[in-house]
């Protein structure tokens, strides 16, 4: 029954407070930029006026996949956040990621497919980091179950700090920030309309939105992960730490352009080959 | 006579019979027969030996003994003109060493070696037999219908037929015996059978390109074959014994370490590790069902079998420290190869040898959680591979043609076929299904025995196997239009059979991997460890997982509309203004109309070519130098 009302408070919250994130995203982004900016609750409105709009489509089947996608997303959020194995959760945040690819390659639509294919190349470039980062908790913590790893008395990022830049690094592909927005830019980039989202409209666009809400949380979650102890208060540093990246990933994204590819897969590779492999090694030298 | 008898004999009776019946009908018919009477022996075996296992001693072997001498000398002069035939001689010369050595053996130094137990069926080969057996009997079902296509289509290709579906059959014969005998002298014999079925297989066709490739398969296989040899004799004279299950059970010291080290070289060309990997993806010239029947069911799974039998004996020694590298920079190197193929055969074998590269880690690290993986990963790996080669043979013949990139129209062509393959691409790599769960296992494992770069590269491999497999999807359900050039074959119940209950085996063992491993992988793990293994993955990721299983196999009810009375517009795609009417053209520069026309990526100027694969090569060479040198180094000491 706890467990019901956990999942159920999980399920309403994430994209609220993701929400509320995109927001603040977009309000720091015009102070960077001197402008005013939306109010806050910007996102909100946003989703809910694509919500009342026509329905729209280019051919039968390419909707499906972004419903597919939000649920395995749902799926990880919820096995995140009551501390389960947290291996399992980026399985299935990849298949989530993945049946939103498809959905850009079932429009047949020239954008939406090369926005597809710029996705999966930038699943590659993240995907190692990603794994590195379970990996190199599950060495300092001996277990992959989050409710373990974050019950331990001393933060991972005392073990794990190359690790850990090289996760915000990759983050950087997760929030789909500038300089690695190569499939889907939040702005309107003119190189790729829209990429995968090109052929969606109305209610699909803002399931898709909220995906990416819940995509947020999920990428934070790991930031988060690194900082917390058994400590109560460390559930402060937590948040600050989250805060901060996100704030870095803004200004990042606001002061870089999108680069080509080559650079993104490769920039990727090579910085988390370099800092997982310092890292671990220096950790398994220690014996963990 | 016994039923293991019976179940290793009855493939060689059907596929001598196929040579012999010349009547079309009357053939099919018998293979027909022949393949489920393989299938159901296969599986009544399993069951009724299945809990207790088995431990047979064969008294009277010197006839058996005299026939495989008979056979192999036999053999050995047929590959010896051949490759002079050819101007091969190197595989010549590996055939006359190894034939001589064993004969030399035989004849002077056997004597006094006696063995207890011939055949010994335990969980492994229970799991081996059922992997053979029953994958192997559908190949056999599917290439009745495939190669009555096949020559339809290719009428260059002179008909051979009762050869080709003999030779299968005597593949799973010699198969049966590789997995069930606990004498070395007969696994070797039923080790170089298989050599030959893949040789006489790869050259099927008989041009040019099959010969010289089939040769290339005989030269680096029987090569493996001489390190075989090589060990056998070190085992017996040094030890006086000539069972597996003894060698198995002894301590890794020097003495022993340089014939398990052989052993597991010979099992590197088997399973077409790099660097003897040309031979595999020389092999894609046969027709189908031989391919499918190498890479799922048999040769390759011989070569991996042996490493897990001996990974006991592997762990943190040396030697398994080296075939532990060779199979991540294989596993590696062959993911990254993969993305730059768009012949689906291509991506197909590179896939193979990746995950037999990913096999041979797992088993070489030698835990209990990571022969665990290396197991599931063989029974998974035989599931979906084979369902993919089948159904690539199939649109080969509804397309006409295997590339990955023209594969967009098949869900016009054959809505059926598509859907096997997506089947069999997501068994390959998606959550929750076979290999990924082994995967997770690998990776738990690897960094349990302090594996830094090993865990590295699996995080690569992986992230390079999502790329390739997610644009064949992805091209999958992109649907273009179906106008095509009007190539439709037949999709025969011959051929769609087999496939359709290979797509249900995959979807069932994911859904019964935790049973699987309850009943069949952790019994076998106490067995050899002592004590109690336990399943690496816990009860209630087992069970989110059976859930998402699930989940999955309900999802394209998604795709029936639940209202018709939703209205919704249909729109032409975006094409930046410039449509031009239908979704496939737009008006450009000056007005012309133009096709769009996208392609996926390859990556070619980075993964392609021949630079990547000679640099992986010489690595691997390398590591195994430097093998060599160590166990010289420490027997010297």
Same mark, same amino acid.
């Given at each position: ?40 609750l ?54 989530g990621?993945?049946?939103f ?11 939406s ?6 996705e ?9 980091m ?18 373990e ?33 190569l499939?889907?830019?939040h702005?309107?980039?003119q ?10 409209s109305?209610?699909e ?19 988060y ?11 402060v ?47 398994s030298?220690?014996?963990? | ?49 299945f809990n ?26 047929y ?9 091969k ?18 004849f ?46 290719h009428?260059?290709?002179?008909e051979?037929?009762s050869?080709?579906?003999?030779v ?5 014969s ?21 050599t ?17 490739? =089939? &040769?290339? /398969? ?7 074959? #001489?390190?075989?040899?090589?060990? %056998?004799?070190?085992? *017996?004279?040094?030890f ?26 010979a099992a ?32 390759v ?6 490493i ?8 943190a ?12 920079i294989?596993f590696?190197?062959? =993911? &990254?190869? /993969? ?7 291509? #991506?197909?074998?590179?896939?193979? %040898?990746?995950?037999? *590269? ?8 030698g ?15 035989a ?11 199939s ?19 054959s ?13 390959m ?17 690897f ?8 865990v590295i590269?699996? /995080? ?16 999958l ?46 019994p ?55 449509? /031009? ?9 000056t ?42 180094w420490?027997?010297?000491?």
């Amino acid at each position: 029954m706890m467990l019901a009302i956990q999942i159920i408070l999980i399920v309403v919250l994430t994209p609220l407070v993701g929400g509320l994130l995109a927001g603040f995203d977009r309000i720091i982004s015009a102070r960077v930029q001197g402008r005013k900016g939306p109010p806050l609750l910007q996102p909100f409105y946003d989703v809910l006026k694509l919500l009342q709009k026509e329905n729209i489509q280019v051919n039968k089947t390419y909707k499906f996949y972004v419903y597919v996608s939000l649920l395995f997303i749902i799926l990880t959020a919820v096995i995140m956040l009551i501390g389960g194995d947290i291996l399992l959760a980026i399985f299935v945040l990849t298949l989530g990621a993945i049946f939103f690819v498809f959905g850009g390659y079932a429009s047949q639509s020239p954008y939406s497919i090369i926005g597809a294919e710029r996705e999966l190349l930038q699943m590659m470039a993240y995907e190692p980091m990603v794994l590195i980062t379970a990996a190199g908790l599950y060495m300092v913590s001996k277990t992959f179950f989050i409710g373990e790893i974050i019950a331990r008395d001393v933060p991972a990022i005392v073990y794990l700090p190359a690790v850990f830049i090289g996760f915000v690094y990759i983050l950087t592909f997760k929030l789909r920030k500038s300089p690695f927005d190569l499939s889907l830019g939040h702005h309107a980039h003119q190189e790729l309309v829209q990429g995968i989202s090109t052929e969606y409209s109305g209610t699909e666009l803002a399931v898709i939105e909220i995906t990416h809400w819940y995509e947020t949380i999920i990428s934070l979650v790991f930031v988060y992960i690194f900082f917390v102890t058994s400590n109560p208060i460390s559930h402060v540093f937590a948040i600050i730490a989250c805060i901060v990246v996100y704030l870095f990933e803004i200004i990042l994204d606001n002061s870089t352009v999108r680069v080509k590819w080559q650079l993104a897969l490769k920039s990727a590779w090579i910085v988390t080959g370099v800092l997982s492999i310092m890292n671990l090694m220096i950790l398994s030298f220690f014996k963990f | 006579m016994s039923l293991i008898t019976v179940l290793i004999l009855f493939p060689l009776v059907v596929s001598i019979v196929t040579f012999l019946v010349r009547k079309e009908n009357i053939r099919s018919a018998i293979v027909r027969v022949g393949a489920v009477g393989t299938a159901v022996l296969t599986v009544y075996t399993a069951i009724q030996y299945f809990n207790s296992g088995l431990i047979l001693s064969i008294g009277e072997t010197e006839m058996i003994d005299l026939f495989i001498i008979v056979v192999e000398v036999g053999l050995a002069a047929y590959i010896i003109t051949t490759g002079i035939r050819t101007k091969k001689y190197l595989v010549s010369l590996f055939s006359l060493f190894q034939t001589c050595l064993i004969l030399w053996f035989e004849f002077t130094q056997k004597a006094g070696i006696e063995v207890e137990t011939g055949i010994v069926f335990d969980k492994l080969s229970g799991v081996m037999v059922l992997v053979v057996g029953v994958i192997g009997s559908l190949i056999c079902l599917y290439a009745v219908g495939y190669m009555k296509a096949y020559h339809d289509h290719h009428t260059e290709v002179k008909e051979r037929k009762s050869f080709f579906l003999a030779v299968l059959f005597l593949f799973l014969s010699a198969m049966f015996g590789l997995v069930l005998c606990n004498n070395l002298m007969w696994i070797y014999f039923c080790w170089e059978i298989t050599t030959f079925c893949s040789y006489l297989l790869i050259g099927y066709t008989q041009t040019k390109e099959a010969r010289n490739n =089939s &040769l290339l /398969a005989l030269t680096i296989n029987v090569g493996g074959g #001489v390190a075989f040899a090589c060990a %056998i004799v070190m085992i *017996g004279m040094n030890f006086r014994t000539l069972e597996l299950s003894t060698l198995i059970s002894m301590k890794p010291e020097a003495l022993v370490l340089i014939p398990v080290f052989l052993l597991c070289v010979a099992a590197l060309t088997k399973s077409a590790q790099l660097p003897f990997s040309a031979w595999l993806l020389g092999a894609m010239v046969a027709p189908t069902p031989s391919s499918a029947l190498l890479h799922s069911a048999t040769m390759v799974k011989a070569g991996v079998y042996l490493i897990i039998r001996l990974a006991p004996l592997l762990g943190a020694t040396s030697v398994g420290r080296i075939i532990t590298l060779v199979g991540a920079i294989t596993f590696l190197a062959c =993911s &990254l190869m /993969a993305i730059a193929q768009r012949d689906a055969k291509k #991506v197909l074998a590179y896939s193979t %040898i990746a995950n037999l *590269g990913l096999i041979v880690m797992c088993a070489s690290i030698g835990t209990q959680e990571s022969i665990w993986a290396a197991i599931l990963l063989v029974i998974f790996h035989a599931v979906s591979k084979s369902l993919l080669f089948l159904s690539v043979g199939s649109i080969e013949h509804q397309i006409g043609n295997r590339n990955i990139e023209n594969m967009n129209i098949l869900m016009n062509v054959s809505r059926k076929l598509s859907i096997y393959l997506m089947i069999g691409i997501a068994g390959m790599f998606l959550a929750p299904f076979g290999m990924l769960i082994s995967k997770w296992v690998a990776m738990k494992s690897f960094i349990d025995s302090n594996n830094i770069i090993i865990v590295i590269i699996l /995080a690569y491999g992986s992230a390079a196997t999502l790329f390739y497999w997610g644009k064949w999807i992805g091209t999958l359900v992109s649907n273009g239009s179906g106008k095509n050039n009007g190539h439709h074959g037949v999709f025969s119940l011959d051929e769609e059979l087999p496939i359709f209950l290979q797509a249900v085996i995959v979807v069932f063992s994911c859904l019964a991997f935790p049973l699987i491993s309850k009943f069949a992988i952790v019994p076998y793990l106490s067995d050899v460890f002592g004590g109690t293994a336990m399943a690496p993955i816990g009860t209630g990721n087992q069970i989110i997982m059976v859930i998402m299983m699930a989940m999955l196999i309900l999802l394209p009810l998604g795709y029936i509309p639940l209202s018709k009375k939703e209205k919704s517009r249909v729109t032409p795609i975006y094409m930046a203004g410039e449509n /031009a009417g239908d979704n496939e053209n737009f008006i450009a520069a000056t007005g012309v109309k133009r096709k769009s026309d996208l392609s996926n990526w390859y990556l070619e100027g980075y993964f392609g070519g021949k630079i990547f694969t000679f640099w992986s090569n010489m690595i691997t060479i390398s590591i195994l130098c430097v093998g060599v040198l160590l166990l010289i180094w420490r027997w010297a000491l």
